[in-house]
């Protein structure tokens, strides 16, 4: 899958690779060196933590540069009066009636409990590019939809303070 990111999430992804590369993978190295050194390796279970550590943090370095060497980079710019990547956006869903509010963002700092919605989920999709008034219908599935309403939109920058997301 090709994950629509933007360039400060390709920076961000690169930054934690280089550290991960520079400063992690060492650590990790020298944790397994000093578990090793203790003898039996059969009975010894911080060798094999040491290791399981090793091994996660390679996984992730290869997880992020297949991320940044797949990723379709998408624009985090928008005009001022209509929903676009970064933007705080409340929305009135008219079933439940109530409102709620969410930053819309990609894929990779998608995080729904802390207030993070994708581009790429239903409701990202369905409000991306609507103005505050806009009444959409978000598709679930082919059978299950329901609408909501732009209530606000605050232009907010990415401060670089999201975190990318983990797997």
């Known amino acids: 899958m090709r994950n629509e990111v933007t360039k400060k ?24 060196k000093e578990a090793r050194a203790q003898g039996d390796l059969s009975e010894n279970f911080e060798y094999y933590a040491a290791k399981k550590d090793k ?18 980079i998408v624009s985090d710019e ?30 990779v700092r998608g995080n729904s409990l802390g207030g993070k ?10 409000i991306l590019g609507h103005k505050v008034g806009d009444k959409v219908h978000v598709k679930v599935n082919d059978t299950v939809g329901y609408d909501v309403v732009i209530e606000k939109i605050e232009n907010t920058e990415d401060d670089g ?5 983990s797997y």
Request: proline residues 1%; charged residues 40%.
């Open 9 to 32: 999430d390709i920076q961000k992804m690169q930054e934690e690779i280089d550290y991960r590369k520079l400063v992690v993978r060492k650590e990790a190295i020298e944790a397994v």
């Open 55 to 72: 091994n996660k943090n390679e996984s992730r370095i290869r997880y992020l540069e297949r991320m940044i060497k797949t990723a379709i």
């Open 78 to 107: 928008s005009k001022d009066d209509e929903v676009g990547i970064n933007n705080t956006v409340t929305v009135y869903f008219e079933e439940d009636d109530m409102s709620e509010t969410f930053k819309l963002v990609t894929t």
């Open 117 to 126: 919605i994708s581009i790429e989920s239903p409701l990202g999709k369905a």
């Open 161 to 165: 303070t999201d975190k990318l997301r």
